[in-house]
């Protein structure tokens, strides 16, 4: 079945730079890959996903990259703020099948 | 995104009673609703998989006489942890997708807290 790798598990950044966060994923037929934010006490929320027909897709600060042939792809936040401080997931699915979920980036965005 | 509310948001128990929870999608009708449970500082597990009108598929490890789940609607899914122990204390989420679509959209989630 699909295994989803996810690093770093904790990244801290200065409030302005970029964060990246990176996953792998091992099934080739998995053809979608959304991103999650999880705020401390709540559920996740998607904030980006691409599909596999696609490189690359962007939404303001947040953009997603995917390598079909290496089988990666990554979360790129630009200028970050405060508020992006929480947990990120990525996954991994097949149409009409069950998401795989990465293990989690705690993203710290320092003051 | 499509809107998905749990209920209760929170639930304190004492051990060997049952608990319901409650998953609807507000503005879409859900054909497959996904059940989760998540411990401190670690990532989703799937525990289960209800397709709407059929019973529910228990990812290998989960009991399926212990988490009782019924997808009688479109909009509305349950989760009922029967005989709670305090190892069965978590955040509860669900999940609505569609057939044919890849996204789902998540609940706010569910504490539940076994005394």
């Known amino acids: 079945g699909e295994n989803v790798e996810q690093h770093p598990s904790t990244l801290s950044v200065q409030e302005g730079d970029s964060a990246v966060i990176k996953c792998t994923y091992s099934d080739s037929a998995s053809n979608y890959f959304p991103w999650y934010k999880q705020e401390l006490g709540k559920g996740p929320q998607l904030i980006i996903d691409?599909?596999?027909?696609?490189g690359e897709k962007k939404d303001q600060r947040i953009a997603v990259t995917l390598n079909k042939t290496a089988k990666h792809f990554s979360l790129h936040i630009t200028e970050t703020q405060p508020e992006d401080s929480a947990v990120y997931f990525c996954a991994a699915s097949i149409r009409d099948d069950k998401i795989i979920f990465g293990k989690g980036t705690r993203l710290h965005i320092l003051p | 995104g499509a809107v998905v509310s749990q209920h209760p948001s929170w639930v304190i128990c004492k051990s060997g009673t049952s608990v319901k929870i409650e998953c609807r999608s507000l503005d879409f009708q859900a054909t497959t609703m996904f059940w989760y449970r998540q411990f401190p500082k670690q990532s989703l597990m799937l525990m289960a998989t209800?397709?709407?009108?059929?019973?529910?598929?228990?990812e290998q490890g989960v009991e399926k006489d212990k988490f009782l789940i019924n997808h009688a609607s479109l909009t509305l899914s349950t989760l009922t942890v029967t005989s709670a122990h305090p190892e069965d204390s978590s955040f509860y989420i669900c999940?609505?997708?569609?057939?044919?679509?890849?996204?789902?959209?998540f609940g706010p989630g569910t504490r539940l807290t076994v005394l």
């Open positions: 209800s397709n709407e009108g059929s019973k529910a598929t228990y």
């Open positions: 691409i599909r596999s027909n696609v």
């Open positions: 999940s609505a997708g569609r057939r044919n679509y890849n996204e789902q959209f």
